[in-house]
């Protein structure tokens, strides 16, 4: 039986995908999906080190104001800042001009730093400032009567990633 001219063209043109055609989609899309997990994986390594990052910049302005606010207003009356820059044994030893609510001890407040931990130590009470420090200093410059410190505070965190943090600071007892 001779079939009908439109069932031969329906036939004809029915369409399909080849072998070869679904293979080249399927290598296209796996190229793709590599392309866009390295993007994203990336991405995400950044988000990870730049939050690594915020969190050592906290801490060492957060250690760095609180040691230069007290440090600022030492006590005119005993004028004696003592401190050592002796590698990871630098501290600062001096009064304060008057105690606080939280603190009222205002002598003999002393900043250390010890192996990896930055400590602040009024009255046999013991703060920790930051404990991933590498590098603590303080130098001291002498001007026209004038004493003014400068401070240099390096923090290193658990992903390699590092912050120095330098300040100086000139106390209002020893301005002349």
């Not at 001779?2 to 296209?28: C, D, H, T, W």
């Not at 008057?98 to 900043?111: E, F, P, R």
């Not at 992903?159 to 007892?173: A, K, Q, V, W, Y």
């Amino acid at each position: 039986m001779n079939e009908p001219l439109y069932k031969k063209l329906l036939f004809r043109n029915q369409a399909g995908f080849s072998l070869v055609e679904m293979i080249s989609a399927i290598v296209l899309m796996g190229i793709m999906g590599l392309f866009s997990i390295q993007f994203i994986t990336g991405a995400a390594e950044s988000n990870r080190l730049v939050a690594g990052q915020k969190g050592l910049v906290d801490d060492a302005k957060l250690a760095m104001e609180f040691m230069l606010r007290e440090i600022r207003v030492s006590n005119s009356a005993t004028n004696v800042i003592a401190f050592t820059d002796a590698g990871s044994t630098a501290s600062i030893t001096f009064d304060k001009f008057s105690g606080l609510d939280v603190d009222t001890n205002a002598s003999q407040i002393v900043y250390s730093w010890s192996g990896t931990t930055l400590i602040r130590t009024s009255n046999s009470v013991v703060t920790t400032l930051s404990d991933q420090v590498t590098d603590f200093s303080i130098t001291k410059t002498t001007s026209a009567g004038s004493e003014y410190y400068t401070f240099s505070l390096t923090l290193e965190g658990s992903n390699g990633e590092s912050f120095t943090l330098d300040s100086g600071i000139r106390p209002r007892s020893l301005i002349s």
